[in-house]
């Protein structure tokens, strides 16, 4: 690949959108050419502001990002958007669906989006979407966006995507809240109370607002904020903007933003890793073969899952 590599990064550099969606292709179809682009770019990573917007199927994450692109343009910044979206990977209709909530992208050369099938994952964000927000980063976006199609157990990865991130609730998640509320402060620098106009949004944000008291500031000293905003009448956005601002600035001090990074660098190195291990242990044809006679001591109740499952490794190990 090397010509074609090469004609994607001289591309990506002087702001071809042709370029870098190309290399965004190549992301997504994995492989040893992915792993080039990405090794190639990295070191033109980490300038973009990276915010990830995630909360439950139907609050109007998409609608929100329209309205904060909109601010974010207004200052001049170029935006990238990487949308995850549970439509199905071959109907196209994930790049239709976010880019005809996101209005403010329509004909603007300062915003590149970029859907992407959620490929069987149920929830939250998948490694792939912060690979093409790298591409994002590296192509010189100034803020890039992260929409997640959903809250589950895997989505605090998140923190380890953005420089901040932005959990969005609506006065209808009623029960599911009380039972996502301690994982959501973990992950949350800014929670939003979006479709304020209905029903149920004062007493929501009073309730996060107590939560959020209780828990106190972050080890780094910022203390989470709640806004109430309504995407589709254009209400507290602005306060929103000033939220992503203060949590941007404060992150800025001393240092924070290097520490939040190298903490999401590890995370991401460590999960390739054990991911590398995976795919390298069940290369080894000799395991497959002792797997299936243990599994027969397994079935027929003479050992147990973990002594099988430690069986194996220490087979492996002594060769």
Sequence with gaps: MGSQLNEMLSGIDSGDVLAASRAM???????????????????????????????????????????????????SRTVGVVAEDPSSPFSGGAILGDRVRMANAQGDAGVFVRSLASRGSETGLSALAGELADVMDAFGRDVVMLESMGVGQVETRVRFMADTVVVVLTPEAGDDVQTMKSGLLEVADILVVNKSDRAGADVLA?????????????????????????????????????????????????????????????ERVRLLMEEQVRVDLWRDPTLHERFDAILEAVVGGRTSPYRAARDLMESRRNG
């Design 25 to 75: 292709s190549t992301v997504e179809r994995g492989g040893a050419d992915a792993e080039a682009i990405l090794d190639a770019l990295h070191p033109k990573t980490g300038r973009a502001w990276r915010v990830a917007f995630t909360g439950p199927g139907g609050a109007g994450k998409s609608s929100l990002i329209d309205r904060a692109i909109a601010v974010e343009r207004a200052r």
């Design 206 to 266: 009073a309730d996060l607002h107590s939560v959020a008291s209780l828990r106190g500031a972050s080890p780094s000293g910022w203390a989470t904020p709640v806004v109430q905003t309504s995407a589709t009448e254009a209400k507290g956005i602005d306060a929103l903007g000033a939220a992503l601002d203060l949590h941007r600035a404060h992150l800025e001090q001393g240092g924070r933003r290097t520490t939040r990074r190298r903490e999401a660098l590890r």
